[in-house]
């Protein structure tokens, strides 16, 4: 078994602050996600990457950066936090079972002040 | 593109009561379709895929169908328990990237003993 670790869980921020979040998976897992989830609008990807240093755009990535240095460990940057993105954030990797079979970590749950 | 609707945000059951949750999804293709659950304080976990070669899922009690006629699938369980509590999510892998899943709102479930 494995297990995807996000830090922080809690991450408190000013508006217009940058802010990174933090994902690692012990999986050898190659693809990895962030998501969103807003309460009552499901999970909305962010960022993938099929494999260390590739990057490729969900569709909520204005105002998103990522990083794949690793392939253990995938980072997340608002670069300028505004209150109305106030979320959890998920990050989850997928390996031989495909797409279709991804684990989620526990998520880091962003407040901006 | 490919979307997938949940419209029942919140269900509240009594044990032994029969789940059946709905979603409808829009895509050009015949897609595989899933279900995940969220516990609350986890992320979500895949708990049943349905593909068009087996129109059928079976897992942990719960079994998912899908009907390409109204491009519906369902998720039932015949009788809840309070361990069923959790939030549901219907999804489908995107047709255009086979690299994405594309998830509903969630349906969230409070089973009441």
């Known amino acids: 078994g494995g297990i995807i670790t996000q830090t922080p869980k809690f991450l408190i921020g000013q508006e217009g602050q940058k802010l990174t979040l933090k994902c690692q998976q012990n999986?050898?897992?190659?693809?990895m996600y962030w998501y969103r989830q807003d309460s009552g609008k499901g999970l909305r990807l962010i960022y993938y990457?099929?494999?260390?240093?590739?990057?490729q755009k969900g569709d909520l990535s204005e105002g998103y950066d990522a990083s794949r240095e690793k392939k253990s460990s995938f980072s997340l940057t608002v670069t300028s936090a505004q209150k109305n993105e106030m979320a959890v954030f998920l990050c989850a990797s997928s390996g031989t079972g495909g797409v279709y079979e991804q684990y989620f970590g526990p998520g880091t749950r962003l407040t901006v002040l | 593109g490919d979307s997938v609707t949940q419209k029942q945000g919140q269900v509240t059951l009594s044990e032994d009561d029969f789940l059946f949750i709905n979603c409808t999804y829009s895509?050009?293709?015949?897609?595989?379709l899933l279900w995940y659950v969220q516990y609350p304080g986890q992320g979500p976990q895949l708990l049943l895929k349905?593909?068009?070669?087996?129109n059928k899922g079976i897992s942990r009690g719960f079994e998912a169908t899908y009907d390409k006629g109204t491009t519906s699938f369902h998720l039932q369980k015949a009788s809840v328990q309070e361990s069923d509590s959790a939030v549901y999510f219907c999804?489908?892998?995107?047709?255009?990237?086979?690299?994405?899943?594309?998830f509903g709102q969630g349906t969230s479930l409070s089973v009441v003993p």
């Open positions: 895509t050009t293709t015949y897609p595989t």
């Open positions: 990457s099929i494999t260390e240093n590739d990057l």
């Open positions: 349905v593909t068009t070669a087996n």
């Open positions: 999804a489908l892998v995107e047709t255009s990237s086979f690299s994405k899943l594309v």
């Open positions: 999986f050898n897992h190659d693809t």
